[in-house]
């Protein structure tokens, strides 16, 4: 199984500051890399996939890129409702394991 | 729009059994693969199930494995997981999630459903 390690898993800003959080994987999974986040109590909303295309009607502050095995998601202005969780995500092959997640806290 | 709504979570002793059930709309269901994903208090997303859109490939984690049972009934447009042997392991949230076309993504997700192993 290919197994999927995200950086940090914690992480604090401020609004308005540009963030960065990377996945890795265990071997090359080409861009079959999605990212999603989470909220307290909701389900995951997908963010990203493909590596780095934007789901529609995510705002354009959400990027990725990446390909083979390591992989960015970068949010360009933080927003206060950007404070969550992220987690990333492979889609290449089963099982479709996740990250362990990065939790975004307001600094 | 596309909507899936889960029934079936609750309080079971450790060893029993509880049915989850995914209804889906919005979709021509048939046409695709759906997971089952769980999330223990705190904690992350695990896929715990998958099924392909024909019915006949399914996938376990070995934590569930011999335990839960993935199906679909396609003239109901809804998605069942049997969870049988329940140990307090299990208790999570459950979601179904349906599997995009291009490049796999989950892009719909149920509300989910609070399964608690307890005696």
């Known amino acids: 199984d290919i197994q999927m390690t995200q950086s940090p898993s914690s992480l604090s800003a401020s609004v308005g500051d540009r963030v960065t959080i990377t996945c890795r994987a265990s071997?090359?999974?080409?861009?079959?890399l999605n990212w999603y986040q989470q909220k307290p109590g909701k389900a995951p909303k997908l963010l990203i996939f493909a590596a780095s295309s934007l789901q529609s009607g995510v705002p354009s502050r959400f990027s990725g890129s990446g390909s083979g095995t390591d992989f960015t998601l970068t949010i360009s202005s933080l927003q206060p409702g950007d404070f969550a969780t992220y987690y990333c995500q492979h889609s290449y092959g089963i099982p479709q394991s996740f990250g362990q997640g990065t939790k975004l806290e307001i600094k | 729009e596309v909507q899936l709504v889960q029934s079936g979570g609750g309080l079971v002793q450790p060893g029993g059994s509880l049915r989850l059930s995914c209804a889906a709309s919005?979709?021509?269901?048939?046409?695709?693969?759906m997971n089952w994903v769980r999330q223990a208090p705190g904690k992350g997303l695990e896929c715990v199930s998958a099924i392909n859109n024909n019915g006949d490939s399914t996938y376990y984690a070995n934590s569930v494995k011999g335990r839960f049972t993935i199906s679909r009934d396609d003239s109901r447009n809804t998605l069942y997981l049997q969870m049988g042997s329940l140990r307090p392991e299990d208790m999570a949230v459950y979601y179904c999630a349906r599997v995009d076309w291009n490049y796999g993504g989950l892009s719909y997700w149920g509300q989910g459903s609070l399964v608690t192993v307890s005696s």
């Open positions: 071997r090359s999974i080409s861009n079959y």
């Open positions: 919005g979709l021509t269901f048939r046409n695709y693969a």
